[in-house]
């Protein structure tokens, strides 16, 4: 039987409140704090002039990852929420003026790959084949390991397969070796450009993600992506969780190199384990005193952060035609744009876009008549964030949009909020403001992002987006299940 243990857990998104569901269902006295008065983190939700606007993700992936957490419990996702396959899964606007439509089924993305570049239908299906490869013995194999060190995946079976996954080959080279359309490209290599690094510097392994696109679709849960924080909050609290919102961690007290004591603006947590899935960064740096910090300054400024990103979240009066639920902007240079995140951080001259539209799936999210946009512009982190930016931007991509769409917007907008490295900072005490975390290089990955646990605290584990397995709403849920798991392995041993 296992000794019941104060845990707090800091920080309730996504991998917060996995974790602590985790913890609680194992019997353990779990609470978890955020500074919010609304759980979710990234993905908290808000209600302005009647739309209902989710602040971050809007693409559900990888519903398997959904559904194997609720499964744990003795639920599934439809316990909390209706799952809405969007077929297309999303279309992309093209600089030559064509608009293309991501089918869902199989059959149809061959038709359509054909269609581009003859004989791509079949490079199609051996690069799918790869990637489906690559996903299910990733999920199997890597991702649900805490990353401690090189020895987990020394091991010749895993080892043949890290080969085969092409850790050490570039995501960019595999696409280019299959497929030569400019436009093919683009659609193979979005997914690691959104979320991650230059494609040319992404392992080959994360075209697993073209897999969970093409392969296993893009999902939406009715009523929005917070739908699944709601479904995640009452879980938790089935299994005893207690929260403190809208308490911030301010600092420790600590006894024998272990944090005896969580200090929050509500009060003082005394407790036994400390699951962090606040920024990494800033309870390094910021809240640890030196002696318990585990990296340096040094170190944290080597990162290869995810983009940061400037958000628009609009309201329009009236219906507007031409968007579908998901709408990439791909109308300017590709490469010049990684090139202005990547390489030379400044703000992009003639930036790639993304437009979010719920509310051609889901009348619940925008009064009736009306539109939901969310428009994403993915930047470098640690850029200077000034309001007059955010409105010249504002112009440049509704300048776009109306001309690609036929429509004049601007004139229709009755709603109107920006946010970007500030908000992110003020909001999450994000490092260099970033909105997803660690970029995924071959540097960055497993046992080569920042540590999981703490080897100068020892009672201190770390989860969320900045370690293992890194950014994204299924990666963050799993981080959280693995965090736990090593709480109560290690609390096994210690029995
Ligand atoms: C704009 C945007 C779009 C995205 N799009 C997608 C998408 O479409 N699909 C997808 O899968 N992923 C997407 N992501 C990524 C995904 O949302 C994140 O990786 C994930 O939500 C991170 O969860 P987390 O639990 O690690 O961290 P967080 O959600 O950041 O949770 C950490 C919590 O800690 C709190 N905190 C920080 N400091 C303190 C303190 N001192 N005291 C108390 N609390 C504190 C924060 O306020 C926050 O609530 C997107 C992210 C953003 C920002």
Request: proline content about 6%; hydrophobic content about 40%; aromatic content about 12%.
């Amino acid at each position: 039987m296992m000794t019941k243990q104060r845990i707090s857990v800091l920080g309730a998104g996504f991998s917060g409140l996995a974790a602590a569901t985790t913890l609680a269902a194992q019997g353990q006295d779990v609470t978890i704090i955020d500074m919010h008065h609304q759980a979710g983190g990234r993905a908290r939700q808000f209600e302005a002039n009647g739309f209902v606007f989710d602040m971050g993700p809007s693409w559900y992936w990888m519903p398997d990852v959904f559904e194997s957490f609720f499964n744990k419990f003795g639920h599934q996702s439809a316990d909390y929420y209706p799952l809405h396959r969007l077929d297309p899964s999303y279309q992309v606007f093209f600089p030559d003026g064509d608009i293309v439509k991501l089918p869902g089924s199989r059959e149809e993305q061959n038709a359509l790959f054909e269609s581009i570049e003859p004989g791509s239908a079949k490079a199609l299906d051996k690069f799918l084949a790869d990637s489906r490869y690559k996903y299910e013995t990733g999920m199997r194999e890597f991702v649900y390991k805490p990353g401690h060190s090189v020895l987990e995946y020394v091991d010749l079976r895993i080892f043949r397969a890290m080969f085969r996954m092409q850790m050490f080959s570039s995501l960019s080279k595999e696409v280019r070796r299959l497929f030569r359309h400019p436009k093919l490209i683009q659609i193979l290599e979005f997914p690691v450009l959104f979320l991650g690094a230059k494609p040319e510097n992404t392992p080959a392994l994360y075209s697993m993600m073209n897999y969970a696109d093409l392969g296993l679709g893009t999902w939406y849960p009715m009523g929005g992506m917070y739908k699944i924080v709601e479904g995640m909050v009452s879980l938790a609290e089935e299994q005893g969780v207690t929260f403190h919102l809208g308490e911030q961690v301010t600092g420790f007290h600590f006894a024998d190199r272990r944090i005896s004591n969580v200090v929050t603006t509500g009060g003082d947590h005394p407790v036994d384990v400390v699951v962090n899935t606040m920024d990494y960064h800033h309870l390094d740096q910021q809240l640890l005193p030196e002696e318990f910090q585990e990296y340096g300054a040094g170190y944290w400024d080597k990162r290869v952060m995810a983009p940061s990103s400037l958000l628009y979240y609009i309201g329009v009066d009236r219906r507007l035609k031409g968007l579908i639920h998901h709408n990439l902007f791909f109308d300017a240079d590709f490469g010049a744009h990684a090139r202005e995140i990547y390489d030379h951080p400044e703000w992009p001259k003639d930036p790639l876009f993304y437009v979010c539209c719920p509310s051609v799936t889901d009348h619940m999210v925008a009064p009736s008549g009306q539109e939901n946009l969310f428009i994403l512009i993915p930047v470098a982190p640690g850029l200077e964030d000034r309001q007059d930016i955010h409105d010249a931007y504002y112009d440049l991509v509704m300048e776009r949009l109306e001309r690609r769409t036929g429509q004049s917007i601007r004139e229709h907008v009755i709603y109107k909020r920006s946010y970007a490295h500030r908000d992110f900072q003020k909001d999450y005490h994000a490092f260099k403001g970033n909105a997803y975390g660690l970029a995924n290089t071959l540097f960055q990955t497993a046992f080569l992002k920042p540590r999981m646990k703490s080897r100068k605290v020892h009672n201190l584990w770390h989860a969320g987006q900045l370690t293992v397995p890194g950014p994204g709403v299924p990666p963050s849920l799993i981080s959280g299940q693995v965090a736990a798991a090593e709480v109560l392995r290690s609390q096994k041993r210690n029995a």
